[in-house]
């Protein structure tokens, strides 16, 4: 069966691998078919051109779980976020995710309910009714993001650093990059932990220079 119409340049070859059922879902409504298709071939497509998708189920539910932990610990804007990469990845919302937004959502509408969106779906590192912080808080992660990528490729490519002050002292070496060692080390900590937590490792980049520091001495 040949893919629909609509899906033809999100197929990637699979075209032929289309059962009707799918097929006719996606002619109702692509999302639902590609859906359909995944649950029964293993193969994800997403949105847009060429969005095939390779991360596996346990890495999408693993990143899941994190929002889920972060809105069990009061940020409700992890809710959204979680929903945006169930849209990213075309998958249907867990049942802790739907359970929780439309519970959300529904109180919202009730009179004497919270007067803004800003406060049901609010977090403290992302303070969305605060303009000035909310930008701030994104310069951050920005800047913190470039920093942290480039502090790991730094220390990757030079053996001899060995702790965590002395790749944020050379990094800031390379280039100005506007900001003073104290909130360089707290901005590139702030993705360490992020990313660790999202990938479910533990080699932040202390550690990793822990580590090499005691295999070299």
Known sequence: MAAPQQTDELFLGLGDM???????????????????????????????????????????????NVYRKRFQEGDTLSLLQAISMCAEENLPLPEWLALAFHKRMTAFGR??????????????????NAPKKAAQARQDWQLGGL?????????????TITSFDGAVTALLETKKYGVAKT?????????????AEFLGKTETLPR???KRRKRLT
């Not at 009179?111 to 969305?128: A, I, K, N, R």
């Not at 909130?183 to 990313?195: E, G, V």
């Open 18 to 64: 289309w059962e009707k059922r799918e097929s006719d879902l996606a002619a109702f409504e692509p999302a639902w078919g590609k859906a359909a298709f995944f649950f029964r071939t293993g193969h994800r497509l997403g949105h847009g051109h060429n969005s095939l998708r390779c991360m596996p189920l346990m890495a999408v539910q693993r990143m899941l």
């Open 111 to 128: 009179p004497g309910s919270q007067p803004s969106l800003d406060d049901v779906f609010s977090s403290e590192s992302m303070p969305t």
């Open 147 to 159: 920093l942290w990528h480039n502090a790991w490729k730094l220390v990757l490519e030079d053996e």
């Open 183 to 195: 909130k360089a080390k707290q901005l590139i900590l702030m993705i360490d932990s992020s990313q």
């Open 208 to 210: 990793f220079l822990e």
